[in-house]
Structures are given as C-alpha cells and as structure tokens.
C-alpha cells in the first residue's frame, strides 16, 4: 500500500523519518509518496486532507480533527522548548499590546501561545519561520516569535528576549509544551493506522540508537544549519515523548487543545483523538 507521507525540513523530522523513507528499517509492505515543506505551509495543506501522513502543529491539529488522528509517535513536545518572544531593542511584557509581532504562520503552537499568554497582542503579521529574525533586525516588525533553531542563533545575532513563550506555559500550567504533532487519515482503517504508528515508532528508536545513520538526511534539508546547531535542534525536540506520546504526553496535548477553545472557532474537537 502507498501512503502519502508529509513532513517538515527541519532536522527533528528528518531524523525521525529517515530510517523509514530510505527503509533502514522493514516497511512492513508500505511504499511512500514523499511531500516536504514549511509546518505551516503542511498545516494549511492538511485542510484539504490531501495526505495519508502528514506532520501538523497541534494548534492547527484542531482545526482538522474530523479528518486526522493523531499518532503516538513523531510529536514534539517537552520542556525548554517552546517558542521565543525576540526583539531589537529591550522590550518589556506589560509593552506587548503595543507591539507589532510577527508569527511563523497563525495555524502554529507558536501563535497560539502568543495569543494565550498574551491576548493583548493583537498585530500580528504572518511571515516564514526562517525570515522572523531578519524581520525584527530590520524594523520591519516590532517583535518576532521564533521557533527551531532561532532559539540558538537569536543572541549571536543581537536580539533580545521578551518572554520565553514555552516557560511561561509550563510555570502556570505545570504542562510540557505540545508543539508538533504527526497525524494520519481518520478514515483509513485502525490497522493501517496502528501499523503506521508502530513504523513510526521503530524509525524514531533507529534514529535515536543510530544518530549518524541520518545525518546526510539531515544535513541535505538543513539549508545553512551548521552541525553543532543542526545537533541541538535534534536533542531538544526528539525526546521520549517522540518515540510515544505515553499517558502524560497525550493528557498534555488535552489540555492544551482545552486552551485553544477559548482562542479558535473551531468547534468540538473529533474523537477518539489519538490512534
């Protein structure tokens, strides 16, 4: 059987897939349509259910809940990993309504954190995760929320941190951070899916075993990543909540999609929500 499968570029994706795309591992009778590209840009893809597989932000998980699970495996989810509020100049919290702050796309956790943490902030600009830094270095913008590896280049680049958008969500939640999650056609049977998860699973625990085995994976979609933080971004957001969400890591993304009722329209959320 042939499943489309999207993810991201960045390195906690690819490391996780490679064992499986490049079968380092038994496929199990699988064969794969490969689809790579921004979370956002799959976020918005993900509403017309166009992919078998596909990674998703939890915020925007809500959103399309009727057509996809999510798996146990894949997510990105933890703690000291959440999202970084940035700026040029020093900035201080109670001068965020002011502010004019651009988001890696509204479908993220990025966004959606911003918007519970802080929902006097109300401009907001959409720009690529990859472009925010130049963004707010160059006045374009206020402020930026910068997610992946922005959280290592930030400092060296002369910014300054308003609020660690991931720390504040833990201190007053005592939650881990959901950030991303990997999702699988709702309508597909619960055998494919279960399959798919166990795949998944066992891609993860090759990776995290074999970690050299991915790096041309890794490196080829890194753009100009340097090793060093091509490594970080791997060791902070693959963790054992990736290898399988467990009874805490899903109780997590439950609570978290409770939060997002009060900032989307999107309606009740399908369940079961977790193959």
Not at 118 to 123: D, G, I, L, R
Not at 125 to 135: G, L, N, Q, V, W
Not at 142 to 171: M, P, S
Request: hydrophobic share 40%; glycine share 6%.
């Amino acid at each position: 059987m042939k499943l489309k499968i999207c993810f991201s570029t960045c390195p906690n994706d690819t490391f996780i897939f490679d064992a499986l795309v490049h079968r380092k591992i038994d496929s199990e009778g699988f064969d794969f349509d490969i689809y790579m590209a921004d979370v956002e840009e799959l976020n918005k893809h993900a509403v017309s259910a166009d992919a078998d597989v596909t990674k998703l932000s939890f915020n925007a998980y809500s959103q399309v809940s009727d057509r996809y699970m999510i798996l146990n495996s894949g997510s990105a989810l933890g703690r000291k990993n959440g999202p970084l509020l940035v700026s040029k100049t020093k900035i201080y919290c109670d001068e965020i309504a002011d502010l004019n702050i651009a988001v890696p796309g509204k479908n993220t956790t990025a966004a959606a954190l911003l918007q519970i943490l802080f929902p006097q902030a109300k401009k907001i600009s959409e720009y690529i995760f990859s472009d925010i830094e130049s963004a707010v270095l160059d006045g374009e913008v206020d402020a930026g929320v910068l997610i992946h590896e922005g959280r290592f280049t930030y400092k060296n680049k002369g910014l300054k941190l308003v609020a660690d958008l991931g720390e504040l969500w833990e201190t007053s939640t005592q939650q881990p951070v959901p950030l991303g999650c990997i999702a699988i056609k709702r309508n597909l049977s619960a055998e494919i899916q279960q399959k798919f998860d166990s795949l998944l699973q066992k891609s993860v625990e090759f990776a995290m075993k074999n970690p050299h085995e991915s790096l041309p994976f890794v490196r080829k979609h890194a753009k100009e990543m340097d090793d060093e933080t091509m490594q970080k971004h791997i060791k902070l957001f693959v963790n054992d909540f990736t290898i399988n969400l467990g009874v805490k890591g899903r109780e997590a993304v439950e609570f978290f999609i409770e939060k997002l009722k009060k900032i989307n329209s999107s309606g009740e959320i399908c369940k079961p929500v977790f193959v």
